[in-house]
């Protein structure tokens, strides 16, 4: 957005595409990044119920409170939380109207306080442990390797 902001014509060429092209690439991109998310659970035990419960949860609240506080915010001309401190009403109503951020909060809250101990295999942990580290995988080189041979310059940790 600043490259297109700097160079006038590239800028026109961006605000000249059509609302219904740019509200359908928003579709596919957005359902893009949702997908990969979801795709992050294919490493997890989903027969188990404690991970079903969490996913369960994390997308029922996600739609369902936001839709809460947004229903409150357009009978009532403010959000449920409505204290003295305007700031603070702002930064609570704001991030409690986001879908993905409150489907994020109770689905880390739930995955970090049930029962970790016992299901870091159907957490799909013992996955992620070669990826912790550079050399743990030979695809992290792959993955992680900066554009135009940068990497001779800035040497993985």
Same mark, same amino acid.
């Given at each position: 957005?600043?490259?297109? &902001?700097i160079?006038g014509?590239f800028?026109?060429l961006?605000?000249?595409?059509p609302?219904p092209?740019f509200?359908?690439?928003?579709?596919?991109?957005?359902g893009l990044?949702a &997908?990969?998310?979801? !795709?992050?659970l294919q =490493? +997890?035990n989903?027969?188990?119920?404690?991970?079903?419960?969490?996913?369960?949860?994390?997308l029922?609240?996600g739609i369902?409170?936001p839709?809460?506080? &947004?229903?409150?915010?357009?009978? &009532?001309?403010?959000?449920?939380?409505?204290?003295?401190?305007?700031w603070f009403? !702002? =930064?609570l109503?704001t991030?409690f109207? !986001?879908?993905?951020?409150?489907?994020?909060?109770?689905?880390? =809250?739930?995955?970090?306080?049930?029962?970790?101990?016992?299901?870091?295999k159907?957490?799909?942990?013992?996955?992620w442990?070669k990826?912790r +580290?550079f050399?743990?995988d030979n695809r992290n080189?792959? =993955?992680y390797?900066?554009?135009f041979?940068?990497?001779?310059f800035?040497?993985?940790?």
């Open positions: 957005m600043i490259f297109f &902001s160079l014509k800028g026109a961006f605000a000249s595409i609302f092209i509200a359908a690439l928003y579709c596919v991109l957005f990044v &997908s990969v998310g979801i !795709s992050f =490493f +997890t989903m027969n188990s119920m404690r991970n079903l419960m969490i996913t369960g949860l994390s029922f609240l369902s409170i839709q809460y506080f &947004s229903d409150t915010f357009s009978t &009532s001309g403010h959000g449920p939380v409505n204290t003295r401190a305007g009403n !702002s =930064f109503n991030i109207m !986001s879908p993905p951020t409150v489907g994020l909060i109770v689905g880390v =809250f739930l995955d970090n306080t049930l029962d970790v101990e016992k299901s870091k159907d957490r799909g942990m013992p996955w442990v990826f +580290t050399r743990g080189e792959e =993955f390797t900066l554009p041979n940068l990497n001779r800035f040497p993985p940790t």
